[in-house]
Structure formats: structure tokens, C-alpha cells
């Protein structure tokens, strides 16, 4: 997986969370003030459903992301291969630890 699909990806989990938790309130909110509204029992019927499956899907969404903590680990690989490219140019230019051992031979 390359830097961009990794942070795409993280985005588009932030965004999927986002939406669920925006669905989630909208669907509260209908919920709540359904005795205002005349809706037919079809309609009362999907947005009870709805109440119960949005909050345990968007609570299943977020609990796999914490749990994974994909970008915290993308970061870390992402740090240490800047630290070894650093040190290949630091060995390669005689620079830092390495200047002492040119100038000792």
C-alpha cells in the first residue's frame, strides 16, 4: 500500500463515520418528532428499524478503527523509513557518525 491509498483510505473511514453519525442524528430526530409528522406505518416501520441498526453500525465502524489504529501505524512505518533513508544519506555523504570514521583511515 503506497502513502496515498493510506491516507485516502483513512479519509474515506472518517468520512463513512462522519455520514453514519449525521444519518444516526437526522434519524433520532425524525424519530422524536414522529407523532408531528403523518407518516404511514411503512415509513414509521424502516425508520424504527433505522434507530436501532445506525448507532450499532456507526459504533461498530469507530470500535474497528480504534481497535486497528491504521493511520497511527502508517505513520510509524512512514517515520522509520525516513530515518533509514536519512541515515543512507547521511553514510553516503560522509556526514554526521560517519565523517569521523572517513577522516580516521
Known sequence: MNKFSALTSGTDRFVTNTLLGLATAAMSTIYANASNINMSEDIQSITNTFII????????????LTT??????????????????????NFRAGTDVYMAKIAGR
Open 53 to 64: 441498526l445506525l448507532p450499532i453500525l456507526s459504533a461498530l465502524c469507530v470500535s474497528i
Open 68 to 89: 486497528q489504529r491504521f493511520n497511527e501505524k502508517w505513520k510509524i512505518c512512514d517515520m522509520g523509513a525516513s530515518m533509514i533513508v536519512s541515515e543512507i544519506y
